[in-house]
Structure formats: structure tokens, C-alpha cells
């Protein structure tokens, strides 16, 4: 086996390792959760004999352990159980969550990261004159803003003054893809104001501190022009934290974009997480729980991966 | 004049004239914005409703847990989209009255303990099947059954048996209940077929509209039920979008998302209304926010001493800066105008000169602890400070603590002897009087103990003749404004507004939201 598939292959169990450890503690977590299951349900009109019926068809009386272990085989199967509140199918209550989620973030990073990039490599190439100024004033002030406000001010000018797209981001599955596109528009544009920054400064850190070394003297020296110095000899060997930092902000457009989806009133798993979590239930809770860990791991095992691919020392090892 | 401000209506029905235009000239014929804005709305409705076209309503309050089980039901959005698909056997009629809805009629036996409903003849459910006075017998066994969860579980205690005989259903009380009307009109009583006991959430009634699809918590479509036994339902379709975020919803009012929005927050509420193509609509409520005493413990079991905090409290200037004018002053009762068989009382006023006497004839010396938190109702913190400054000029020492949220309802109120709190109000005295007011009741949050009070609230329930119930309803109020423990300083209005593409809205109907949930089929959008 090359010794770089070796090191993919450790790479991902180690992942998969991570995650089953993250699945312990997830449901450790919800079970020590103050409240009962069974209470919380029925509410003040609960009797103690139903209170036991719903405990014993909760299954909340068996051992701790052997609870994890059915939960986590289904987890695996793709079972994930029933919501509490409503009954309904967990999977397939998410599933549709899931992609709108996906389908934001995706639109927000296509957006997003290319800007950020471009905007790093223009400030490095500017570097100390207004136009490095001028992007890190406007990018820093937008991540300092709470969220929600940039979200309301977008609100007022672009939806109510100007109308140009709507203020409430609900898509279906009837809507065309324009009509999906115009009405997250609005969304995707605070979204991506808030990662810009972050992304953009770690950009310019990075090829900035490559910019240092000898060989970009010695390119220079060849007489290539500035642009061709980044782009050629210090944009690849930036590029490992470039990606670490790309794929800490899409984990975060995925799992952190609750305050937003509010806001909007955009039908992602956000909102569907906060509403169970203030009903207690549980079953969902977890499966969020599970889901966004096992984005936020992935995103950092593709990080990782890149940066293993990108890397003539790590790809060939002594 | 008159036949004047008639043709600038009309004009402005017709579009020739925007609304505010409209006002301007009545205001220069001296009508008042009030008067003016009735006169509109009169001509509104005469010149018709129109059929056809989406309407869209942004609400607040739904949840992704919520279901359509109508047992379920706890939010305005939930209510909204049960009055789509389903009915009651009867409802509140816009004078405060009954009236029929799938019963057509009702009668009572001499005693007020059997009650007999007569059903519609010939109304189906959007399945197709017929309306049976066993479905309506189902029902109320499905909402009153030992393990049921529904919301109307209360109301439905006091029923003893419920059996249908032939078109009829006949109700048998344990005790006389002149309010059987009221409380059947309920919410979550909708006839369901079967009583909706195989399948609760199917969404399956004889309401004017047809559920199309269900996201719960986010969108509902209904499209008009074609076989509709009513006139109502003037759109062909009705959205409701769930739209908890303040700010976001009157965003979506005002660039066209939606055309109606529910609770418009007071604060900004004058400000929206300014909007040329939004109306703010204000309806006066039975919810209340409260000061409550314990009535048996010191020093507040001195009536002398609760006379004079009620004498000591401004109620005008909260309801101009804690509602900002969105409401309408309380009079130490919890029963407004918006309650039917109500008698309006002689309005306890500020005046520091009696506070100041009453409080030297309690011989009370010292300060009083007053408890207050963030959600005992909005502003409840410094509706504390405005009482603490008028209490002020009367010589009384307030002394307001703040406490957390995080347990308020279970550590301070109806456990702390004064603090801050709201009601919601509840469809009839007796119900209010009985939730909160005698003296055996779980919620009897003032530890009010009045025998010659709890003896006419049972005399009460069984008198079917109005005019008698009425000034015995009268009596127990001024009881409670005159011994009580709750200073009551004000009843918060609902705040609801629509965009220029609808029309149709009566905020005429006291205590209900959104024309007591009925805004989407009976309003219409505009050809």
C-alpha cells in the first residue's frame, strides 16, 4: 500500500473513531438532562400510572447502555427513531431539514469562499495601501455586527425599500430553482458577510507569511509580475490553512446558522433543533446532536485531507 | 357633510383615494381618525367581498412540534389553521352572543343541566361523509377521556354524558351550567368524523377551506372547500406562514410578503401604522397584566392596606407607557367590556389623597415588598418603578425586587404574597372567576376567601334568565374591586395589522385575536 492511502485510510478511521466517541457523549449528555422524559410530555395532567405506560414505552427504564447501543445501530441503519412530540419519523422529518441547510450553506460558501480568496490575494497584493485597508475595514466591521442585525438592515433596504428580493426566505418543493435562488438571497448575502472576514484574513495571513520566504525572492527576481508570484509559487504552498479555515467556516454555515434561520424564517434544521429542544425531545435532540457532529468532523477530515494532498512532506513521507 | 365623507369612502374603496388621503379629508370635515377609519370600513364591506386570489398571513407562535390534532392546539398560529379546515357545534357571535355552526340550533332544560343540540342537516367533511351526531359524540369523548391531552380537557370535566338521538346530541351535566354554549365553542372541539379518534392529525372537518400541505411550524396551503355549507371563505387559497421573529414579520407586512401579521409589538406599533400601505388594528382584550396580593397574608390581609395600593396606582399612565395607548384601563376586576353580560362599574381612578388615608386607617407602617421579573408580562419591571413613584405621592414606600425568570411561575407567583403577573382572560366570568377567584381554585393566585362570592359564582352558573346573571356577575365584581387582592391596571388590546391587498378586517369583535381566528375566511383580497 502506498503510504499515502495509509495515511488517508488512518486519517478517516480516526474520524469515524472521533465520531463514535462524540455519539457517547451526545446521548451521556441528554440523558443527565435535568426533567423527565415522560413528565415534560404529558405536563401537569400526568397521573403515575401513565406516567409509567409512557416511561416503559419510551423505553426509559432500561439500562443506560443497552439503550445507547439500540440507539446507535439504528443510528447506523439510518433509524433514528420517532419524534416525541408528533410521532413522525425522525430520518424523514430531517432529511428534508438537512437539505435546505445544505442547500443555504452551499449557495452561502459558493459565494463566500471564492470572494474571500480573491479579496485575501488582492489585499496581500495592495498590501498596506487602501485597497488592503479599505477590504479588511469593511470585512472586520461586518463580522464585529451581530447577525441578526446585519440581517435586519439587509431586511429594510433590500426587501422593503428597494423590493428587489423578499424578506421571508421560505422555499418549497414547487419553486424553481431561480425562485429558491431569489428567495435566499437575502440569507446568503448576511451569511456570507458574517464568514468574509474570518476567511479573507486568514487568506492574506497565509500567503503574507509565504511572501517571506526565499523562493518568492527568487521568483520575483526572475521577473515575474506580483500577481503571478501569489497565484504560482505562494497561493499552493498557502493553501492547507486556507482550507482549514474554509472548512471551519461551511461547518459553521451548516450548524451555526440557528439566529439566521429565524430570522428568515428559512425552514433549516436550526430552528427544527431549538423548537424539540424546548419540548424535550429528545430523540431529536440526539440526532441533531449526531448529524452536525458528523458535518463538523467531516468538513475537518476533507480539511485535513487536503492539507495532507497539498503537502509534498506529508505526501511523501521518510 | 355626512353624504360627503359617504362619497370620499366610496372614492377610497375604489382606489381613487389611498387611505390616507382619505383620512385627511375626513379630518378636514371633522370627523376623527377613528369615526373616519368606521366609515371605511363600512364601505368596504358594502361595497362586497371578492372572491378568488391567495391570502397570506405571517403569524406568531407556531412550532415545528406543533400537530393538527385540534386537542393540541396552544398557539394563534395553531388556531388559525384549525378555523381553516374545521368547525365547532357553535360559535361567538360578533355581538358577544351564540350562534350556530354545526348545530343549528340549541336548547336548554328549565334547570340548565341537559342541554340539547340539534346538527345541520346535509353538512359533509371534505371526505365526503355525512355529519352524525355520533361524530359530535365522539368527540367530546375523544377531548374529555381519561388519557386524552387535550386542551379542553378543563371545560369538558363538568359533563357528565354526552349520547346522540337521531339528529340531535344531548349533553347531561353533573351540575347547572348556563355557559354550555360558551364553552362548546371552545377551539378544540372541532367535529371530526369518528371523533377523530383513528387519526387525529388528518386535518379532515367541514371548515370552508381544505388543508393542502402541512409543514408544521412553517407553512400551511388551504385551498377553498368547494362543498362548503356556509358563506364564508372569500379567498381561493390561504397561506400561513409561521413568522415568530418581531421584527421579521413586520418586515414581511410591509414588502408584500404577507397581507396580515398578528401581535405587532405596542412599541412600535404607531410607527408601522405610519407605513401608507399598512393598517394597525388594535382589539380590545380580556388578557390583563396584574399586580396580586395575598389576601390572608400581613400585611396584605388589612383590606385597608390593598385599598390604599389601589388608590396608589396610576392606571392611565401605565397603559400611555407600558402598552404605549394599546390598551385600555383595568379596574381592579378581571372582567372588561370584552366579556358578554358585562355592566360597566364606577372606574376606580389615582388618588393619593385616599391611598393616604387608607393607609393611616390600616395602621400598616413601613415599606412593602413588591416582586417582579422580565416575563411576568412585558414591561412588568418598569410598570413596577411607575407604581413605586405614584405610590410615592401617596407617603407609600415601595420596595420592587427584581427576580430571574428562570422560575418565576414557580417559586414567586401564587407562592410570593405581591408580585407582578398577566391573565389571559377566558371566555366567560364564570370561567374566569372559577380558574382564579373562588376560593377552592388551584389558581387562586390573590387567596381570595369570600363565601357570599363563591355562593352567587355557584348561583350563577345555573341562571338561565341574562338580566339576573348580569347583576349577579356586576355584584361579584364590585366585591372584587371593593375586597380583592388583585390590582388590575390595565387589559392589553391585540395588535394586528394588513396590507392595502386585503381587506375585510373587523376589529370589532372584543377579546378574540384576528377576528376570533375567523380573519381568513372572512376576509378578501382585493381584485
Not at chain 1, 434561520?261 to 427544527?272: A, H, K, L, R, S
Not at chain 2, 409589538?265 to 395575598?294: C, E, Q, W
Not at chain 2, 393607609?359 to 412588568?380: E, M, V
Not at chain 2, 405610590?391 to 430571574?404: H, Q
Request: glycine content about 8%.
Amino acid at each position: 500500500m502506498s503510504p499515502i492511502v495509509k495515511l488517508l485510510a488512518q486519517r478517516i478511521a480516526l474520524s469515524l473513531l472521533l465520531l463514535l466517541l462524540i455519539s457517547a457523549v451526545i446521548f451521556a449528555g441528554t440523558i443527565v438532562l435535568p426533567g423527565d422524559v415522560a413528565q415534560s410530555i404529558l405536563g401537569q395532567s400526568a397521573t403515575p400510572e401513565a406516567l409509567a405506560n409512557l416511561r416503559a414505552e419510551l423505553g426509559v427504564n432500561d439500562p443506560p447502555v443497552e439503550r445507547y447501543f439500540s440507539w446507535l445501530f439504528g443510528a447506523i441503519q439510518g433509524d433514528l427513531g420517532t419524534a416525541l412530540t408528533s410521532g413522525q419519523d425522525i430520518a424523514e422529518a430531517l432529511s428534508n431539514r438537512f437539505w435546505n441547510t445544505l442547500f443555504l450553506a452551499f449557495w452561502a460558501a459558493v459565494v463566500a469562499v471564492p470572494l474571500a480568496i480573491f479579496l485575501g490575494l488582492l489585499a496581500v497584493r495592495y498590501k498596506d495601501r487602501w485597497p488592503d485597508k479599505l477590504i479588511s475595514a469593511v470585512t472586520l466591521a461586518s463580522i464585529s455586527i451581530p447577525e441578526f442585525l446585519i440581517g435586519y438592515v439587509l431586511m429594510y433596504f433590500i426587501a422593503v425599500k428597494l423590493r428587489w428580493f423578499p424578506s421571508v426566505a421560505m422555499i418549497n418543493d414547487s419553486m424553481s430553482l431561480l425562485d429558491k435562488l431569489s428567495a435566499i438571497a437575502l440569507p446568503v448575502a448576511v451569511l456570507t458577510l458574517v464568514v468574509l472576514a474570518h476567511m479573507m484574513r486568514m487568506t492574506r495571513a497565509a500567503i503574507l507569511n509565504v511572501m517571506q520566504s526565499a523562493y518568492i525572492e527568487t521568483a520575483e527576481l526572475k521577473g515575474l509580475n506580483a500577481f503571478q508570484v501569489i497565484f504560482r509559487h505562494a497561493f499552493p504552498n498557502a493553501i492547507a490553512p486556507i482550507v482549514n479555515v474554509v472548512m471551519l467556516n461551511l461547518a459553521y454555515l451548516v450548524v451555526g446558522v440557528v439566529v439566521i434561520e429565524v430570522v428568515f424564517v428559512y425552514p433549516g434544521m436550526g430552528q427544527y433543533l431549538v423548537d424539540h429542544v424546548s419540548k424535550r425531545d429528545v430523540p431529536v435532540v440526539q440526532a441533531c446532536g449526531l448529524i452536525f457532529a458528523a458535518v463538523y468532523i467531516g468538513l475537518n477530515m476533507i480539511a485535513d485531507i487536503v492539507a495532507i494532498l497539498s503537502n509534498p512532506r506529508l505526501r511523501h513521507p521518510k | 357633510m355626512n353624504r360627503h365623507i359617504q362619497y370620499l369612502a366610496s372614492q377610497a374603496v375604489a382606489g381613487k383615494l389611498s387611505r390616507r388621503e382619505f383620512l385627511g379629508k375626513a379630518a378636514a370635515l371633522g370627523f376623527t381618525a377613528v369615526s373616519a377609519n368606521l366609515v371605511l370600513a363600512n364601505s368596504a364591506r358594502a361595497a362586497g367581498p371578492q372572491t378568488g386570489g391567495t391570502l397570506r398571513m405571517g403569524l406568531q407562535g407556531g412550532s415545528t412540534t406543533d400537530s393538527l390534532d385540534p386537542a393540541l392546539v396552544t398557539n394563534t398560529a395553531g388556531l388559525m389553521i384549525t378555523r381553516l379546515w374545521g368547525e365547532t357545534l357553535v360559535e361567538l357571535a360578533e355581538d358577544g352572543g351564540i350562534e350556530g355552526k354545526l348545530a343549528e340550533s340549541y336548547e336548554a332544560s328549565a334547570d340548565a343541566k341537559t342541554w340539547t343540540f340539534k346538527l345541520r342537516p346535509g353538512v359533509t367533511y371534505s371526505n365526503g361523509q355525512n355529519v352524525t351526531a355520533d361524530d359530535v359524540v365522539k368527540t367530546m369523548e375523544r377531548h374529555s377521556g381519561e388519557d386524552t391531552k387535550s386542551g379542553a380537557l378543563g371545560i369538558m370535566r363538568g359533563i357528565k354524558d354526552v349520547r346522540a338521538d337521531g339528529d340531535t346530541v344531548v349533553f347531561e351535566l353533573d351540575s347547572p351550567n348556563a355557559d354550555l354554549p360558551y364553552l362548546l365553542a371552545d377551539y378544540h372541539l372541532i367535529i371530526q368524523p369518528g371523533g377523530g379518534v383513528d387519526d387525529p392529525a388528518a386535518a379532515i372537518g367541514t371548515g370552508p377551506y381544505i388543508i393542502k400541505s402541512a409543514d408544521m411550524g412553517v407553512r400551511v396551503v388551504a385551498e377553498k372547500n368547494p362543498n362548503y355549507w356556509g358563506d364564508l371563505g372569500y379567498a381561493e387559497t390561504v397561506e400561513i406562514i409561521v413568522i415568530n421573529d418581531d421584527t421579521a414579520r413586520v418586515a414581511a407586512l410591509q414588502s408584500g410578503q404577507v397581507d396580515v401579521i398578528d401581535r405587532v409589538p405596542p412599541r412600535t406599533a404607531k410607527l408601522v401604522d405610519r407605513a401608507p400601505n399598512i393598517t394597525v388594528h388594535s382589539t380590545s382584550a380580556a388578557g390583563h397584566y396584574v399586580f396580586i396580593m395575598h389576601c390572608n397574608t400581613a400585611p396584605f390581609d388589612n383590606n385597608d392596606l390593598r385599598m390604599a395600593l389601589k388608590y396608589g396606582i396610576n392606571r392611565q399612565e401605565m397603559v400611555d407607557k407600558i402598552l404605549n395607548g394599546y390598551g385600555t384601563v383595568g379596574n381592579d376586576t378581571p372582567i372588561n367590556a370584552s366579556y358578554p353580560m358585562y355592566t360597566e362599574l364606577e372606574q376606580r381612578t389615582f388618588d393619593p389623597d385616599k391611598a393616604m388615608h387608607h393607609l393611616k386607617k390600616s395602621g400598616h407602617d413601613g415599606s412593602i415588598l413588591l416582586r417582579t421579573s422580565d416575563n411576568s408580562f412585558p414591561g412588568a419591571p418598569d410598570a413596577a418603578a411607575l407604581f413605586q413613584q405614584s405610590l410615592s405621592s401617596a407617603g407609600i414606600k415601595l420596595d420592587v425586587k427584581r427576580e430571574p425568570n428562570d422560575g418565576y411561575w414557580s417559586e414567586v407567583w401564587n407562592n410570593k404574597p405581591f408580585c407582578t403577573s398577566y391573565w389571559g382572560g377566558r371566555p366567560t366570568q364564570d370561567q374566569m372567576f372559577t380558574t382564579a377567584y373562588l376560593s377552592t381554585a388551584d389558581w387562586n393566585d390573590t387567596r381570595f376567601n369570600n363565601e357570599q362570592f363563591d355562593q352567587m359564582l355557584i348561583a350563577a352558573r345555573g341562571e338561565l334568565d341574562v338580566a339576573k346573571r348580569t347583576q349577579m356577575y356586576a355584584d361579584m365584581s364590585t366585591i372584587l374591586r371593593d375586597e380583592g387582592g388583585l390590582i388590575c391596571p390595565m387589559f392589553n388590546d391585540f395588535v394586528e395589522a394588513t396590507g392595502d391587498r386585503v381587506d375585510g378586517f373587523v376589529a370589532g369583535m372584543p377579546g378574540q385575536v384576528l377576528m376570533n381566528g375567523y380573519a381568513a375566511s372572512k376576509m378578501w383580497v382585493k381584485a
